[in-house]
């Protein structure tokens, strides 16, 4: 459905040229739905604008990609365009700045309806309706008319996956989408938007920091750190054989139910690299406990094993296979 | 903001009010004959004629002296208004957004209720209140004149600048390190003067540039309304005293116009300045 | 605005719903009956904190946890009488604070401090690092300025910053976790007994949160505080606490030790709670049970027991009878007429 070949993307800025994205390359079947792990500066939020075409003007973005065997990433603007909503969709982190707080919710669902299918304003009504009954929004006769201001975080981020959802995109893109919820609220939402995807067969690539709400929803992970991908694979194998030091320190590092009380967490030392001053070797090794010389002078590339598991490190973890 | 500096158009601009400033303070030692020195033999003569530089008006004054002379008088007024009713509205405008309630909300209608009444209107009523003595025949006195000036339009620029201070004070006082010095013991009149003031003072004084336009056009309205300055010193009573010889001499207004027209398009170009440079640092944090 | 200063003398009924309290002689801080309610006029009142009432043994770290609208956040700044609660009594070290005047409670501030939520605006953006952490210093004129200065240096070293680097850089050239730390160095300026942490890691990056929790368990040890810590998040929860309380619109529902908690929930929201919080473990089954619907608004909490709208096991006596804290098992209270078995 998605494929990204080597995309690179960089921003111009007053430093020097900042590289968010180095030379990723994704492949996402229909129907599936794959997760990218990363802490902010990892590029994960850049590599979904990108392959979307949505960046700014001072972004340079290389590299292919291809949506729905037709290769996007060299149409101009408004012919991206067309792939949106029918093609690919996203929903962001907060329901509040993306969805305009002075017009009516039925208004901002009917929009993509009446533009985009051509469907007659009694028709979107209609649909508007039907797609807020799906995101369990109660009494959707009556959300139409709302404000976003008027409704909760929760209400908020489904009626923005309605939006997303209205014109039947093959693709969705949810970056973040749970982050500013309470966690009660979260577990709604995901659930939702697992049943979404599997009736309407939808991919979906969901971008976030939390390991813990890629393990239950999704097929496959990908895990980000300073603009590269470092591990990928089925999100089981990912979390039985864990291969790349960086995945391992983060699980470490992030306190969960099953931590002892008044324990000390471990603590990933040391900081990103600097986006605008590319260094030699692997991104990560001032700050591996298990590096080595050759782990600072040579940039180690993705290597996959029988699984189909790719880790980009010269001493994986776990045994030699 | 360095792409601004360097830009010619910032460059005119400053060095165009500096020179104003610069003929406001040492004007009358300028080797200029004085403002009201008759040249009989040189009526309206146009500007760069005879020894002119800008030219003479009906009365034979010479306009370049009364450009320079003016420019105390117009700056005087404008900056003294400004700065008493900048500082008067901040002080007003900052307690009452940082103290709320009852206090708050006398304030903001009183601010409401004054900014409602037109500049010129409400100037012009307290002129005529403030300047005029009780046997109508008996005209009040230059410096009275400027006085009562400078009081109406500071009483125009208090709720302007008040309510700038005030509306900065409302954001800045739901900051965590205000509610933190809060914590700490700090007392409220020493987190007004170290927190919010600093903070709050950028923004006032981007609107204060343009507010010394807006007094500089107000003074020369009122001045051609005959309610300025009596004897033609400022540039509106240039204005004033030239609008008979339009047809004529168009010069006589024209000069002081494009001088007054220049002067506030240099404020406000400063004071848009000053509030993109604090822009870029509110991003910033 | 709150409600009158009168209605403040009107003696609320005794809740009762004091069981979890422990003698008032073995506590830091002993809080009854507190009640934070804001009037928004229109007769709309916000009942943010409804009787609530809870104590601190000196040395323990009690969380309160729950989600937005629960008011934990405005429970903390009440203890700090910022702004000052409906009614209730707070007693800190022995002393009512509430019926404190303001000459007085000014006096007791150095003792009860707060770091907050976001690391960047908790700094006042023109000071520098020194002047920031010296500020509650030079308020309380604590020694003369080479002192202060040293002092200011002591703190930034304790909490893992270097102070020839950081001293006059302003806060925004600093990360999030670092800004935390130069607030977490202000409130500890004045050797306060009590810290309230109102969600101190919820604006940090994952990888930063541990460093951030870290250097609070090394500055309770080193310092001797006593922590109150507010958050949202139940695993962060759990590293850091000796009790946790779990409230829900105004009330307490359920108070325990981690373990316990998390192990044996018996309130049916703090199931809810734990259940919905995402593991990072693919084997493990997605919660079935999930929790229906929005929590009530806080202007029109439910009758009797304020859950009921959404717990699976409420009964007409949940509507009619609002149940109170009571002693299930050793240091553990919930308040429900059902709890889960």
């Known amino acids: 459905m998605l494929k990204l070949e080597n995309l690179e993307v960089t921003f111009a800025t007053s430093r020097g040229n900042l590289h968010a994205v180095k030379g990723v390359t994704l492949d996402i079947a229909a129907g599936e739905s794959i997760g990218i792990v990363g802490e902010s500066g990892s590029g994960k939020t ?72 051509g469907l007659s304003k009694d028709e979107a009504r209609k649909r ?103 591990e990928y694979a089925t999100t089981k194998d ?21 931590t002892p009380s008044g324990s000390r967490l471990p603590v990933i030392e040391g900081r990103l690299p600097d986006p605008t001053k590319p260094e030699p070797g692997c991104l990560f090794a001032s700050r591996c406990p298990y590096a080595q010389e050759k782990c600072r002078t040579q940039h180690p590339d993705l290597t996959t094993d029988s699984n189909g598991h790719q880790y980009r490190c010269f001493f994986p973890l776990g045994a030699a296979q | 903001m360095d792409s601004v500096k360097k830009s010619w158009v910032f460059r005119l601009t400053v060095a165009w009010f ?59 007024i404008s900056f003294t208004a400004v700065f008493l009713g900048g500082t008067i509205g901040s002080a007003i405008g900052i307690t009452a957004a940082y103290v709320r309630g009852k206090f708050d909300y006398v304030v903001s209608t009183l601010f409401n209720v004054v900014l409602s009444i037109p500049n010129l209107v409400l100037s012009l009523a307290l002129i005529a209140v403030l300047a005029t003595n009780v046997d109508p025949n008996v005209p009040t006195s230059t410096g009275r004149r400027i006085l009562v000036l400078v009081i109406s339009l500071t009483i125009v620029i208090i ?68 309610a300025g300055v009596p004897d033609g010193t400022s540039w509106g009573s240039m204005v004033a005293r030239g609008r008979n010889d339009i047809e004529f001499a168009p010069h006589i207004i024209i000069v002081p116009l494009v001088f007054i027209a220049l002067t506030v398009i240099s404020c406000n170009y400063i004071g848009d300045v000053i509030r993109k440079q604090l822009d870029q640092r509110q991003a910033k944090l | 605005m709150l409600l009158p200063a009168w209605s403040r003398t009107m003696t609320t009924t005794a809740s009762g719903n004091t069981a979890h309290l422990r ?16 009037d928004l006029g229109g007769g709309r009142v916000v009942k943010a904190v409804s009787n609530v009432s809870l104590d601190l043994v000196e040395g323990e770290t009690l969380s309160i946890v729950g989600e937005s609208g629960c008011g934990k956040s405005t429970l903390g700044k009440a203890i700090l009488q910022l702004p000052a609660p409906t009614s209730g009594s707070i007693v800190f070290q022995g002393t009512d604070i509430t019926k404190l005047s303001k000459k007085d409670l000014r006096n007791v501030r150095p003792a009860m401090q707060m770091i907050f939520q976001d690391p960047v605006s908790s700094l006042d953006p023109r000071f520098p690092v020194s002047r920031a952490v010296e500020e509650p210093l030079k308020i309380w004129n604590r020694g003369n300025e080479a002192e202060r200065s040293a002092k200011v240096d002591e703190l930034l070293n304790s909490v893992g910053l270097d102070p020839a680097l950081v001293r006059d850089r ?53 310092y001797g505080l006593t922590l109150i810590f507010i958050s949202h998040d139940l695993s962060v929860v759990k590293a850091v606490s000796t009790r946790i309380m779990v409230m829900y619109l105004g009330k307490i529902c359920e108070i325990a030790t981690p373990d316990e908690l998390y192990s044996r929930p018996l309130h049916h929201y703090t199931s809810a709670l734990v259940g919905s919080v995402p593991v990072p473990d693919p084997e493990r089954k997605v919660s079935a049970n999930l929790l229906e619907g929005e929590p009530p608004s806080p202007l029109d909490p439910p009758s009797g027991c304020r859950f009921r709208t959404r717990c699976p096991a409420a009964t007409e006596l949940c509507a009619s009878e609002e149940p109170m804290l009571r002693l299930a098992a050793d240091g553990h209270y919930v308040a429900c007429h059902h709890p889960r078995a």
């Open chain 3, 170 to 222: 302003r806060p925004y050239e600093f990360s999030g976790g670092q800004c935390q730390r130069i607030s977490i160095a202000r409130a500890l300026a004045l050797e306060p007994k009590l810290l309230i942490c109102d969600e101190p890691v919820s604006a940090l990056d994952v990888s930063v949160q541990a460093q951030i929790l870290n250097l609070l368990q090394d500055m309770k040890d080193a």
């Open chain 2, 18 to 76: 500096i020179l104003i400033i610069f003929f406001a303070i040492f004007g009358p030692w300028l080797p200029l004959p004085k403002w009201d020195e008759v040249f009989d033999n040189a009526l309206s003569v146009t500007p760069l004629r005879q020894g002119h530089l800008l030219g003479t008006d009906s009365n034979g004054y010479d306009i370049f002296s009364g450009i320079v002379y003016g420019a105390r008088i117009s700056l005087f």
């Open chain 2, 159 to 226: 709720p302007i600048l008040g309510r700038i201070a005030r509306a900065a004070t409302l954001s800045w006082s739901n900051r965590e390190f205000v509610l933190a010095a809060r914590s700490m013991g700090s007392k409220d009149r020493n987190i007004i003067w170290r927190h919010i003031v600093p903070n709050v003072l950028p923004a006032i004084f981007a609107v204060a540039f343009l507010a010394i336009g807006v007094v500089i056009v107000a003074e020369a309205s009122l001045s051609l309304l005959g």
């Open chain 1, 238 to 258: 990912l979390f039985a054989r864990m291969r790349m030091p960086y995945t391992e320190a983060l699980m470490k590092s992030i306190p969960r139910l099953s």
């Open chain 3, 23 to 38: 003698p008032a002689d073995q506590t830091l801080l002993q809080i009854q009956d507190l009640v934070v309610e804001f």
């Open chain 1, 128 to 230: 508007a309706i039907e797609l807020l009954g799906r995101v369990r929004i109660p009494d959707p006769e009556q959300a139409l008319k709302k404000f976003p201001g008027q409704l909760s975080g929760g209400m908020r981020q489904r009626v923005m996956i309605a939006i997303a959802l209205a014109c039947n995109p093959k693709l969705l893109f949810a970056d973040e989408p749970t982050t500013a919820l309470d966690v009660t609220v979260q577990a709604q939402i995901l659930q939702l938007l697992s049943e979404l995807r599997i009736e309407l067969n939808m991919s979906m690539v969901l971008v976030t920091h939390d390991l813990g709400v890629v393990a239950g929803h999704t097929d496959k992970i990908a895990v980000m750190y300073a603009g590269e991908v470092v």
């Open chain 1, 46 to 117: 850049v590599l979904s604008r990108a392959s979307m075409g949505l960046l700014a003007p001072t972004a340079t973005r290389t590299g292919t990609v291809t949506f729905d065997g037709k290769e996007i990433s060299s149409l101009s603007r408004e012919e991206v365009r067309e792939t949106w909503g029918t093609g690919m969709a996203m929903i962001f982190q907060d329901p509040m700045t993306a969805l305009n707080p002075v017009r009516r919710v039925g208004s901002q669902i009917m929009e993509g309806l009446t533009v985009r299918l």
